[in-house]
């Protein structure tokens, strides 16, 4: 009938392989609602600063560690900020700054799926992906606790791990959320079509996102664990962006852009992290 949108065809949106698109966590080029998945998601990585607090505050889990014979650090002075919701945590300062960590990523990964992401999430993926991010934080906190792994010397504040994990984290969860403001806002504009966004942030690494997801990552576990936690834990994220979610991606792009991501490889030669990979 004439005037009658055409119907969506997924198969012509995402032209990847099947063995692709089953390693993806993501539909690409499928834009169909789903307020139920991203509502769980809200909902799961809103509740897990609630978690982190209740280890840092209250030592939640710590008992059984303790059965275990596993030593962990005592509470620490609470902070004294002069803002009264601050300091009616009653948390140390490093362990402030952890539990920041912990909100900063919920905050971060809320914005990004309720005003930044167009592609579906059902129900299960939204707790996987909530319970993946929550076992890391989990990690990273647990590893500060615990006095053989504490990146926590106990000594001067603040240590060299809390100042090189804030910086490295402070510029990953910042570099990854203005990238993909970036990219909403060329994506949002009619003209853009059907064109990958090779602007901003985008022009120094072809996935600059998922560079930044590492390098924030490993600065929470630095921060919490000292320097080898942060190096497990970004190598970890490293090779699994290098090996399954930049080639999958690749793939879709070579698809979908043709010649003008054959050009932006051209130009933009680093994959994930500038001047590294």
């Known amino acids: 009938m004439a005037g009658k949108a055409p119907a969506f065809d ?15 966590l ?8 789903t307020p139920a998945g991203k509502a769980v998601f809200f909902l799961a990585r809103a509740a897990d600063p609630f978690l982190q607090y209740g280890i840092l505050a209250h030592g939640l889990g710590t008992g059984f560690l303790h059965r275990l014979g596993v030593r962990t650090l005592p509470p620490g002075l609470p ?20 539990l920041g960590m912990a909100v900063g990523s919920a905050v971060k990964q809320n914005i990004w799926v309720t005003a930044l992401s167009g592609e579906p999430m059902d129900i299960r ?14 990690i990273n906190t647990y590893a ?27 510029t990953g969860i910042l570099t990854e959320l203005i990238a993909e403001i970036q990219r909403k806002r060329f994506k949002s504009d009619p003209k853009n079509k059907g064109k ?43 090779a699994d962006f290098a090996t399954r979610g930049v080639p999958i991606l690749n793939e879709y792009c070579e698809k979908r852009y043709g010649e003008d991501w054959v050009q932006f490889k051209k130009q933009t030669k ?4 500038p001047g590294i990979y």
């Open 10 to 24: 997924p198969v012509a949106n995402d032209p990847r392989s099947e063995a692709s698109k089953k390693r993806d």
């Open 79 to 98: 902070a004294h900020t002069g803002i009264s919701g601050i300091d009616s945590l009653g948390l140390s300062p490093y362990r402030l700054v952890l």
């Open 26 to 33: 993501i539909s690409r080029g499928d834009y169909t609602p």
């Open 125 to 138: 993926s939204a707790v996987a992906i909530g319970i993946f991010n929550t076992v890391f934080n989990s």
């Open 144 to 170: 500060f606790l615990v006095r053989a792994t504490s990146a926590s010397t106990e000594s001067a504040f603040p240590q060299s791990t809390l100042i090189v994990g804030s910086v490295l984290y402070v």
């Open 196 to 238: 990958p966004y090779t602007g901003g942030l985008w022009s120094f690494a072809r996935h600059i996102n998922y560079g930044a997801y590492t390098i924030w990552r490993a600065g929470y576990a630095i921060a919490g664990g000292g320097w080898i936690l942060g190096a497990l834990e970004g190598a970890f994220f490293f």
């Open 270 to 273: 680093y994959r994930l992290i």
